[in-house]
């Protein structure tokens, strides 16, 4: 039998709520110690861990005895304290939703935490995990003999609301292109295998919140955009997003080209938001199109009802749980997703950000020295 593994938990929000579902499905874990501020959202939480503890502060959360490890799923603009908290107090392992960070002064003291912290800690990029991109990870280095370009192209849905509204305002989230695209930025350093040098990108707020008001201020975050991004290999890529765009079949598309082919992985948006009008939600795929002999050849890599019904982001968050338990069981060495990668993910989501804004190119020197 595997050693139970008892989680503590830092936010209960949407997301965190997702996390706990994932976890109730991971066979010898449970939830021991919640912290939740809000009271409707801690309550919420009961229902999908209800032998939890609900505890009043981090403080007190790391009192806990039986904690085995520590999920921190709170505002993106709480990480770095909280972990810094955890160093001080209890250094178990943990895994810290994305991104790891929102300012650019936080990048030496996350350095030094990195250089300090004795637990391994895990950055949830869960893009990593859903199955068509884990198929497309697999397989694209022998499909195009060494990936020379790489597009990512998110159509989604805005920003849902969150506790609060902290997520309407880049001070909160470290704007969109942190928040949201750190994601495909570690996608493109985990394809390319190289470091990135360079960002040149284009966007803005054309659409989305621009109606809405909290005490007197209008939302700031942008809904779309285009970064590319030189790596030092010599390759390249381009992420094209676009936040009012849920009407797609597909939410997002990646592909991958070198010199002996292209492929492709179309992973669906939520179930939940598919029109029933339109019937069963798409399925995803994976497409290979090798220059001789001519493909494309499709396939299609569906994911577990009971684990995709758990959460918005096609099984991953499940499958890295998994990963996170193996890694706390003492079954891996490191973790998948460490704290360099979580690290250079916001930085080069900085340098779009700062690259729309300066209407310039960007080095990632600039915010490394």
Partial sequence: MAKLVNYGVIGCGMMGQEHLRNIALLPDTR??????????????????????????????????????????????????????????????????????????????????????????????????????????????????????MLTIREHRFPFLPKVGDWNRFNRNTGGTFVEKCCHFFDLM?????????????????????????????????????????DFASGARAILELCMFAEGARYQEEVSAVGPLGKIEALVPGPGRFWPDHLGAPPVPQVIVSPRSPKGPYVREVPVDPTILDAGDHNGSTFYQHQGFVDLVRGNRDAADVGLHDGLISVIMGMAAQRSMTEHRAVRIDEFTG
């Fill in 189 to 229: 350093r985990l394809v390319i295998g190289a470091e990135p040098v360079r960002v040149m990108a284009s966007g803005g707020q054309d659409v989305n919140h621009l109606d809405e008001t909290y005490d007197g201020e209008t939302p700031d975050i942008f809904d779309n955009g285009y970064v590319i991004v």
């Fill in 31 to 148: 939830v021991s110690a919640i912290f939740e501020p809000d009271a409707g959202m801690a309550a919420e939480a009961l229902n999908f861990a209800p032998d939890a503890e609900l505890v009043p502060s981090i403080d007190a959360l790391l009192e806990v005895a039986d904690l085995d490890c520590l999920l921190i799923v709170s505002p993106n603009f709480r990480h770095v304290e909280q972990l810094e908290a955890i160093a001080a107090k209890r250094p178990l392992p943990v895994l810290v939703e994305k991104p790891l960070f929102t300012d650019p002064d936080h990048v030496t003291r996350m350095e030094a935490f990195q250089q300090s912290y004795p637990a391994p800690v895990w950055v949830a990029m869960e893009y990593r995990y859903m199955p068509p991109i884990a198929a497309f990870l697999k397989d694209a280095a022998a499909s195009t003999g060494g990936v020379k």
